[in-house]
Nanobody
Framework: EVQLVESGGDLVQPGGSLRLSCVVS????????MSWVRQAPGKGLEWVSF????????TYADSVKGRFTISRDNAKNTLYLQMNNLKSEDTAVYYC??????????????WGQGTQVTVSS
């Protein structure tokens, strides 16, 4: 059974930083592309960032470009999202997703349960 478990969400002040983690089990992590998406209160899902299977390609939503960094450690089956200079509009539940493809930002077949990030003073 494939499982994705996110962690690292917290309450942080504007301008602060957090690092989210997503541990994947039951799958060969190193062959799959991954993404982070988020859902703010009362809003739909927003794609945040993508990374291909070997971390050779990363892409970001304009809203987080220059502030967030996606990375992965294939030896630890773990995906990360380093979030710096956080803003109130980053408040959301963050989910990691696993694609069935190695290099494509689509075909997501598994998602985690989410971790809450709240940016507030």
């Amino acid at each position: 059974e494939v499982q994705l478990v996110e962690s690292g969400g917290d309450l942080v002040q504007p301008g602060g930083s957090l690092r989210l983690s997503c541990v994947v089990s039951g799958s060969t992590f190193s062959v799959d592309a991954m993404s982070w998406v988020r859902q703010a209160p009362g809003k739909g899902l927003e794609w945040v960032s993508f990374i291909n299977n070997d971390a050779g390609k990363t892409t970001y939503a304009d809203s987080v470009k220059g502030r967030f960094t996606i990375s992965r450690d294939n030896a630890k089956n773990t995906l990360y999202l380093q979030m710096n200079n956080l803003k109130s509009e980053d408040t959301a539940v963050y989910y990691c997703g696993k694609s069935r493809w190695a290099t494509l930002n689509r075909g997501y077949n598994y998602w985690g349960q989410g971790t809450q990030v709240t940016v507030s003073s």
